[in-house]
């Protein structure tokens, strides 16, 4: 299953170490040092799961636990240094969903994320994905936009689904790929770049100055509603 994780660790080997393994087990991670803008990123983007340090900066790990109970149901993993029982007693008790002491395996803490993750009902994807004048109809296979059906190869279509399910998500070439996978075995990078020159003859106004299939210069592509268009 793969989720959004937000990693909140003050110590920036630790966190990179977490990052990357969490990212090798297919899931998107943000990071940060201090315990406000821990909440901050949860209030901005609603991560599925909190890899929690008990000691940070700013606002402890324990205030910041406090505070998301208060206005999230999203799941806390809680990192920390002190092993005793009350504190584990305490951590949970405030709570935490479950709760590691370090030094702590990457492996291990993958295999809770896991666990935790399964706890969360798979949600339903949407039949339908709209981003401003287009719109994606995953069951009927169908692209429109401003109401007019819009003719796609197999291989445009899958691309647009991937960006329209992530509005104004920045997406690699290799990210495109990888969820694309399976739709052909002759996707390249290239072939990418093929498949949105295409599409923004389709769905865009004015193909060369795109307000909805954009490139974002030295990271890849994003899809957005856009300015509205004129009448």
């Known amino acids: 299953m793969?989720?959004?994780?937000?990693?909140?660790?003050?110590?920036?080997?630790?966190a990179e170490l977490v990052r990357r393994y969490l990212e090798q087990d297919h899931h998107r991670v943000l990071v940060v040092h201090d315990g406000r803008d821990a909440l901050d990123v949860v209030r901005a983007h609603g991560p599925a799961l909190v890899v929690l340090d008990l000691m940070l900066p700013g606002l402890g790990g324990l205030d910041v636990c406090r505070a998301l109970r208060a206005e999230s149901d999203v799941l806390v993993l809680m990192l920390t240094a002190r092993s005793t029982e009350d504190d584990l007693l305490h951590?949970?008790?405030?709570?935490?969903?479950?709760y590691m002491t370090k030094p702590f395996s990457p492996r291990e803490l993958v295999a809770r994320v896991r666990t935790l993750?399964?706890?969360?009902?798979?949600?339903?994807p949407e039949p339908v994905l709209q981003v401003g004048p287009i719109v994606v109809d995953q069951l009927r296979h169908e692209v429109r936009?401003?109401?007019?059906?819009?003719?796609?190869?197999?291989?445009?279509?899958?691309?647009?689904e991937v960006l329209a399910s992530e509005v104004d998500r920045v997406f690699s070439r290799e990210q495109l790929l990888?969820?694309?996978?399976?739709?052909?075995?002759?996707?390249?990078?290239?072939?990418?770049?093929t498949h949105v020159k295409n599409?923004?003859?389709?769905?865009?106004?004015?193909p060369r100055a795109p307000a909805h299939l954009v490139t974002v210069y030295g990271i890849g592509y994003k899809l957005t509603a856009g300015r509205a268009d004129a009448p």
């Open 117 to 124: 993750l399964r706890r969360v009902p798979a949600a339903k």
């Open 199 to 206: 599409l923004r003859r389709k769905i865009e106004t004015d």
């Open 91 to 98: 951590g949970l008790g405030i709570g935490a969903d479950d």
């Open 145 to 160: 936009v401003r109401g007019e059906a819009v003719e796609c190869t197999p291989g445009e279509f899958g691309l647009l």
């Open 178 to 193: 990888q969820r694309m996978h399976g739709i052909s075995s002759f996707l390249t990078a290239r072939t990418i770049d």
């Open 2 to 14: 793969s989720a959004l994780i937000l990693v909140a660790e003050d110590d920036e080997n630790q």
